[in-house]
């Protein structure tokens, strides 16, 4: 049973570059949500989706950040530009339902470094 | 604004004794209340939950214990196991499905 599915697993580029992360989450899951795990702030929500919707994306930091889900089986992540600012690792998980007691799915990250 | 804190970022436990993390929270409003477990270079694995109208709830070798009048809640691992070394994340979630996850706690079971 394939869990949610990150990729790339690390990614080096250099500041100002585009950066895309993708996400395929758990089959028949239909909440999405991207986190951003760093040093000084922990893991932090920054986007989730509800049936493909973007429901709250109050965590985005910057316009710099976009997010997207063109279906149930596929979700983008991307900076442009970025800045060294942006190094972290990004998870992406999936739950089978909004609310209630439905534990969260996370892929294995992707290690962003911009230099 | 920390929601969640989890003070004690490390623990340190001989194999087969118990390990207790604890984790306190400001928001009165959460319906529940996750641990997740995380190993280096992989994602958080959900652990355990416990409804905020409990105050215990238990799965094997794990128990979580809720005291809302404290807002505070503790996971306890008996017996601890090395296997059980990594980092344990409290993670209280709102009805809307948003998790809120402490600084992590880091237990390692000696051998």
């Known amino acids: 049973d394939a869990g949610v599915i990150q990729s790339p697993r690390h990614e080096v580029t250099e500041m100002g570059q585009e950066v895309t992360l993708r996400c395929k989450p758990i089959?028949?899951?239909?909440?999405l949500f991207w986190y951003r795990q760093t040093m000084m702030r922990g893991l932090e929500l920054l986007i989730y989706f509800n049936n493909n919707v973007p429901i709250d994306d109050s965590g985005m930091p910057e316009d710099r950040f976009s997010a997207k889900m063109p279906n149930a089986s596929f979700s983008t992540l991307k900076i442009q530009p970025s800045e060294p600012r942006d190094s972290a690792v990004y998870f992406c998980?999936?739950?089978?339902?909004?609310?209630?007691?439905?534990?969260?799915?996370f892929g294995d990250g992707t290690r962003l470094s911009i230099l | 604004d920390q929601q969640v804190k989890q003070n004690s970022p490390s623990l340190s436990v001989q194999e087969g004794r118990i390990s207790i993390l604890n984790c306190d929270y400001t928001n009165s409003m959460f319906d529940y209340f996750l641990w997740y477990k995380k190993y280096p270079a992989e994602g958080p694995t959900f652990l355990i939950s416990i409804s905020s109208i409990k105050d215990k709830n238990e799965d094997g070798r794990f128990t979580v214990f809720l005291n809302k009048s404290a807002k505070h809640l503790s996971l306890h691992i008996v017996p601890s196991q090395p296997g059980d070394s990594a980092v344990y994340f409290c993670?209280?979630?709102?009805?809307?499905?948003?998790?809120?996850f402490g600084t992590g706690t880091r237990l390692t079971v000696i051998p």
């Open positions: 993670a209280p979630q709102t009805g809307a499905n948003n998790l809120f």
């Open positions: 089959s028949g899951h239909n909440s």
């Open positions: 998980a999936s739950s089978l339902t909004r609310g209630g007691n439905q534990p969260q799915h």
